[in-house]
């Protein structure tokens, strides 16, 4: 069920009202309901319990600390792309040791940090990361946990810009490259090979590719045995998609059903991990923005709100659709907006050609916008970053308070000698 819906023609979250929000906390401001996450977070543990699985929430979908607490206090382990991912994990209540650490770009200080506080697993994506992370487990003289991630060249059926499984794209390495990579490993005294990971994309509204991934990679976890490399954990990656529009994404269940399947069918008993995140967020939050104005032109009607591209990005960046429907339902008065926000760049939107009856001062809901919101939000145009709030039952709570513009120009100076 929603955790967002009308009552008398006001929209609730949960059973708070989003205009006593919007008055409390100002706009924008992303609110969340604490029900929505748990309720998708269960509905993972509940799909898997058959299976030796772990669910692994991926922070980079939505990383506010209240969120990851939440994660945390559920039992979740977690999937990190970066140094800052994991503090925030750490400082949320997260346990290292049941995080595992993405990304193709890690630097020597990630990794030390990584190592240091007992790391599940390094997801390494490349022979020159191999070679670092040798470098460093030795320095330090602790036995780096690696896992390789293998690009199977799987077309996800996704956004281009989400697509990570093909060999256009810059992540993890090919069969060939991550038989080698195994084999040098296991000979390194200061390396634990652990695991194969895999992730095809994001925004996946199709079993097949997910299937066919881990059929890849049991094959390759069968080969490596038949050379005494002995692999412990398989990394399933995330990527399930959710309904925006009009897509037809499985069902948690059924995803779930599909792995389960796909396991059993290869007689595969090795523990793995699923790394679920813009199916636990995206549709558990909401961007309140109010409408400052209403501009008319020969060709078109705008509405111009106080939320722009800097708070939500996924319009712009991928053309994204998300549902954008008013506060309060009014019966009449309607007409035909592009939802458009003060930034100067023309793809400056959150919504184009959309019916709605909305005049100066109503609040809008951007729906599914949990994920993928917050976190891409920027100071573009010197503009704050939006407050985020947690909403469960008929209380909030205020989880990131608005910035300020002494918090945005406080970490930059003037050279003295520019101002003689």
């Not at 020159?128 to 991630?149: D, H, M």
């Not at 400052?292 to 996924?314: C, H, P, W």
């Not at 916008?369 to 709030?389: D, I």
Request: net charge negative.
């Amino acid at each position: 069920m929603s955790h967002f819906v009308y009552r008398n023609d006001l929209l609730y979250a949960e059973l708070v009202p989003l205009d006593q929000i919007a008055k409390s906390v100002g706009t924008p401001t992303y609110v969340y309901s604490r029900a929505a996450l748990e309720e998708h977070w269960q509905e993972f543990k509940i799909g898997l319990s058959k299976l030796d699985a772990s669910i692994r929430y991926s922070v980079k979908s939505n990383s506010n600390l209240a969120v990851l607490a939440l994660m945390a206090r559920l039992g979740s382990g977690f999937d990190i792309v970066s140094g800052g991912e994991l503090e925030r994990v750490i400082r949320a209540g997260g346990q290292p040791e049941q995080t595992i650490f993405s990304g193709v770009a890690k630097s020597r200080e990630e990794i030390e940090r990584a190592l240091s506080v007992g790391i599940f697993s390094i997801n390494l994506e490349s022979y020159a990361e191999l070679i670092r992370i040798t470098e460093v487990a030795q320095a330090l003289n602790l036995t780096a946990p690696i896992s390789v991630r293998v690009n199977p060249n799987i077309d996800a059926k996704t956004h281009p810009y989400i697509s990570t499984g093909l060999e256009e794209n810059k992540f993890g390495v090919n069969v060939d490259e991550a038989i080698a990579i195994f084999r040098h490993a296991v000979q390194q005294p200061h390396l634990k090979v652990v695991g194969i990971a895999v992730h095809i994309g994001s925004q996946m509204t199709s079993l097949e590719p997910v299937v066919e991934a881990i059929d890849r990679i049991i094959d390759l976890a069968e080969q490596l045995a038949d050379e005494n490399i002995w692999i412990s954990h398989l990394d399933l990656g995330g990527g399930l998609g959710v309904r925006y529009r009009d897509e037809q994404p499985p069902t948690i269940a059924e995803y779930c059903n599909a792995v389960q399947t796909a396991m059993n069918r290869r007689n595969c008993q090795i523990a793995v991990s699923i790394e679920p995140g813009r199916s636990i967020t995206a549709n558990a939050g909401v961007l309140l923005s109010q409408v400052e104005y209403v501009k008319s032109t020969e060709k078109k009607q705008f509405a111009i709100v106080d939320g722009a591209m800097n708070d939500l990005i996924r319009p712009a960046l991928y053309d994204a659709w998300m549902e954008i429907v008013p506060v309060q339902l009014k019966q009449t008065g309607s007409g035909v907006y592009d939802i458009v926000g003060p930034i100067c760049e023309s793809a400056d939107f959150f919504g184009k050609q959309r019916t709605l009856a909305i005049e100066p001062g109503d609040l809008i809901a951007v729906h599914s916008a949990g994920a993928y919101g917050a976190v891409m939000a920027s100071n573009y145009n010197t503009r704050p970053k939006p407050a985020e709030v947690l909403v469960d039952g008929d209380q909030f709570d205020q989880i990131r308070s608005r910035e300020t513009f002494d918090e945005i120009l406080g970490n930059e100076s003037i050279p003295v000698k520019l101002l003689k």
